[in-house]
């Protein structure tokens, strides 16, 4: 599908295809996604270029991110999106820029691209041609990874307390060994989910900091100093949001160690407790044995037993059943075995 804008009044707005699906003669901007072969011949008709495959853009070579054919700068990054989800992406986009026009090939729907379009719509002079289309482009999704971000750092204070500071659950009752561990595995999920997703981040921030490097570097936005000093501002920005990723991508480390550590503790726990109570009735079984053999010996049917004519047979019997079970445990608390 092929999306044109055109400028209108200072402000960018959308316009419409030709009888055939050919981009207008004023656009500046085409958004192809997912494009079929009909729409990359007539954006090659209209802009003199050969539109990349997917499979070119997922190239990992910086030659084959970053170059130039004649007049047009190819510039691919990858652009993460899906942040709401449980399944983060980052995708491939390429940015072309012409002395005319910006093309940008993509094959999924990041929000940033939505934000800007509304954007531009809106602000008038922000977006004047094809140059500051690409920088106002590339500062919106800049600004969308500083979000993602900000709701991982939150996302991870609040694991953090969840590990370190909330062995209640916050209603002041104990929290069962099975509660805990239940619930680590749920700080463990979480922070899978962000350490995905910081990962994916720095994808992006790495391939927007060499397409800044490289804009600088090949002079592709002329001589207009604003738009150098927002490409230096930009460039800073993301080494600032480079060092943030790599403390949150520190932090995760540190939280899914301390997890898995607490995890570990919960675990030995409540086997140290099963162990004790499997030595109580294994000491409780030992100390009865005793008690057990005398009642079994005078329990037997046999017709001659000296002790069957005693007046205090009887209490003799239970006597020695009970000294016989004291005995033992006596031994068994001495030892420290209870």
Known sequence: MITAYALSGGRLERAALGPSGEPPANAVWLDLLAPSKDEE??????????????????????????????????????????????????TPITFILTPNSLVTVRYTSPKSLDFFAARAARQIGWCTNAETILVGLLETIVDRVADVMERVASDLDTLSRKVFYDPTGGNGDEKSDEQATTDLQAVLRGLGRNGDLTSKTRDTILGLDRMATYLGAAEALGARKDLKARLKTLSRDLRSLAEHDGFLSSKVNFLLDATLGMISIEQNRSMTEQNNIIKIFTVAATALLPPTLVASIYGMNFKWQPELQWDYGYLYALVLMVVSAVVPYWYFKRRGWL
């Open 41 to 90: 011949s007539a954006v090659q008709a209209f802009a003199g270029l050969d539109v990349p495959s997917r499979e070119e853009m997922q190239e990992i070579e910086v030659s084959s991110r970053l170059y130039r054919e004649g007049d047009a700068h190819f510039m691919t990054a990858p652009v993460i999106h899906h942040t709401d989800t449980t399944r983060p992406e980052a």
